[in-house]
Structures are given as C-alpha cells and as structure tokens.
C-alpha cells in the first residue's frame, strides 16, 4: 500500500507545448542511475527520439523501465508505432511492462487504461504532465511539470509499486488509498495525487481546494464532466469567488472512424451546467496548428495548482491510471495563472451552448465513462485521448 499523500518542498517549472520535449530529453540524458517511464501515447517522431535517447542511457549502465498502456489507444496507426517503439526498447535492452489491466477497486467490471505521462531521472528531477507522444498530438495544447525536490522520490515511489502491480498480474490488487489531507502546506511545497493500484486521492485533492477558494478559481479543461466537480464549481461562484473555465472545442475527428464528429461531445454536459449556473465559461479558439487545448489545469487563489493528466470525468478520478502534481506556491502557479489569463483574453470564444446532437452523444459517453471500458460501439464514441 502506498503512503497518504503529503507535500514536501520542491521545485516545479510548467512548461507548455514543444518545451516539455526538450525538458525530457534532458532529464533522461542527466540520469545516472535509474530512469522511469510510464506513458499513454509513446509514438511517432518524437516517440521515436526519446526511445534512442533511453537506449543510449540503457547502453551507459542507466537502468531504464518502461510502463506503457496495455491497449496503445486504439487508433491503429498509433497503436503500430507505439509497438515498435517498445520492440525497439526491449532489443536494446530496456525493461518494458504492459499495464494491470484489471478494474481498479472498488470497481469490479470493465478495464482500466494506463493515462499516465511521466518520466523519472533517478529520484532528482521529473518531468509529468498531460502530453502524449506522436504526430497528431503536435497540434495539441499541452502542459507539462518540470520538477526537482524530494516529490520525485514519491513519483519514483509510485512507479515501482506499479511496476510490480504489472509484473505479477496475479496477485490481489490492494483496495485504494483515498485519504488525502491537505493539513498545513508550506511555500514551495507539492504532493502526487491520482489514481491508480492502491490510490484514488484526485478527486479529494480537487474538490479540497475549490471548497476553500477565497478570491479566484481558473480552471482549463480537456473533459470537465463529473458532476461533483461541476457542483464545487457553481458553489464557489455562489460565494463570490471570480471563477472562470476554459474548455476545450472538442474537435476528435481525426479520432474517429469516420474522420468527422459532432463538435463539443466531451463536454456538452458540464458547459451545459456552466452556463445555467452562470459560471463564466469559454471555449478555446483554434488557431495556427493548434486544433485542441489539452490541458488538465485547476489553480486556486493563485497560489494552489493541481495539474497532470487527469480529466475532470469520472474516468479519470476513478479507474483510469493517473497522475498530477498539488503545487503550493512557488512559482510554477503564477506561471500557469499569466498563461491562463493570455488563453482567456486572447484564444477563447464565450459559447452559446452545446448542441442537442453533442449533448446526446455526451450523455452516452458519461455513461460509459462510467460503466464500461473499452468503449461500447466504437463508432459511437472516439477513443480517449
């Protein structure tokens, strides 16, 4: 079993699009000892560069181990590219696992999906975050933590007891943690909440601060869905506090089969409950190669930041492995709240409200967030990204 989660002090830096590229190649060629790697997407160009990068650290005496997603999100392309990645990997040497896929408890039907992006260097400096590897993902509005400080050591932590978790599919799964006081944070301090074998501490974390919100609540959001969270967040605006929430467009046609979808699928629900509750909402503009904004951002009071790969949804706070940082101060929350801001004023559109189309393919997609996984009919729904 894990620990509860706490806050030790640490230093993070958010870094946006392209940047976290560079920040991991240079975390994985600082590594002296040991290199950690659990991800979704691992594929196309930029998949293929950072795997010679971990081979070459592998043929310098790094231990290097490698978790992936058991189904390589279904797009088949992507799904090949990622293989052969990870046939690569291994022919150099490098420990590869496929996820647990079994139902995280207490859930005891359908299977759970690997969501995790992070990579550890020894247990001095991580970089951990919402963006997947691969061509289509380069036109992705993305956010990822660079981060040194003892909250590495908790990370490098948490990928060893999945690492086991995957290698011995055989043994119980622990029932999940989902104890996660804040107590007293200090400045320049951060934790890990998420879900996973032996956690589910994400939701508690996010629904924590937005109940002691005082003067502000920004939210950017890939798929803002789960009805608590909607619920926190019109309450909050009840009590005077400025919120705001910028959600994505929802364009997933290259997601899906037919190359075409109804816009605004994932979240017609929770801007639907926005707009009723009066909670100023907009939708992010596309603009030059940027089509979808990817985030996974909650700052709070402009000193709190939880940020990661988790979606707002009840897949991501209850089944799907996951990971995010809760940063207290420092300054890698002012930096998340000026990039916000320029998003707000200048990439976002207030919206008129969703379509009876989109919400009806939203209702089908919570009730299967919800229930089942893999999806029902495929062509119903796209893939997760």
């Not at 798929?223 to 909607?230: A, C, G, K, S």
């Not at 939203?362 to 990204?385: E, F, I, S």
Request: glycine share 10%.
């Amino acid at each position: 079993m894990l620990s509860p989660p706490v806050f030790v002090p640490s230093q993070v830096d958010v870094l946006y699009d392209g940047a976290y590229e560079h920040a991991m190649e240079d975390v994985a060629a600082k590594a002296r000892r040991e290199l950690r790697l659990d991800y979704f997407v691992f594929a196309g160009p930029a998949g293929d560069r950072l795997a010679g990068r971990l081979i070459a650290r592998q043929a310098a005496g790094v231990r290097v181990r490698v978790i992936f997603d058991a189904a390589m999100l279904p797009v088949p392309e992507l799904q090949r590219q990622q293989r052969a990645i990870a046939a690569r990997l291994r022919a150099g040497g490098i420990e590869v696992r496929d996820q647990d896929r079994r139902p995280l408890p207490p859930r005891v039907g359908g299977a759970t999906m690997d969501h995790n992006k992070y990579m550890v260097a020894d247990q001095d400096a991580a970089v951990v975050g919402s963006a997947n590897l691969g061509a289509p993902f380069y036109s992705f509005h993305d956010l990822m933590l660079k981060v040194r400080g003892p909250v590495v050591k908790a990370l490098a932590e948490q990928f060893d007891y999945d690492w086991e978790v995957a290698g011995h599919p055989e043994r119980p799964l622990a029932g999940a943690l989902v104890h996660a006081e804040e107590g007293h944070p200090a400045p320049g301090t951060a934790r890990i909440v998420g879900t996973g074998p032996g956690r589910k501490t994400g939701l508690e974390a996010v629904l924590g601060v937005l109940s002691i919100a005082r003067t502000s609540v920004y939210m950017q959001a890939y798929e803002l869905q789960d009805p608590r969270i909607l619920a926190a967040l019109s309450a909050a605006r009840d009590r005077g506090v400025d919120v705001r929430v910028l959600l994505d467009p929802g364009d997933v046609d290259q997601f899906t089969p037919f190359g075409w979808a109804p816009r605004g699928i994932l979240n017609a629900a929770g801007l639907r409950r926005m707009l009723d509750a009066r909670v100023p909402t907009r939708v992010y503009r596309p603009a030059g190669l940027v089509r979808t904004a990817h985030m996974k951002l909650l700052v709070v009071d402009g000193e709190r930041l939880i940020a990661g790969s988790i979606n707002f949804s009840r897949g991501g706070l209850e089944w799907a492995y996951e990971t995010d940082l809760e940063i207290f101060g420092g300054r890698a929350p002012g930096q998340a709240v000026a990039h916000f801001l320029v998003d707000w004023d200048q990439q976002a559109d207030p919206s008129p409200g969703p379509g009876w189309v989109a919400r009806a393919l939203c209702a089908y997609y919570n009730w299967n967030d919800g229930n089942v996984y893999p999806p029902g009919p495929a062509w119903l729904v796209p893939p997760r990204k």
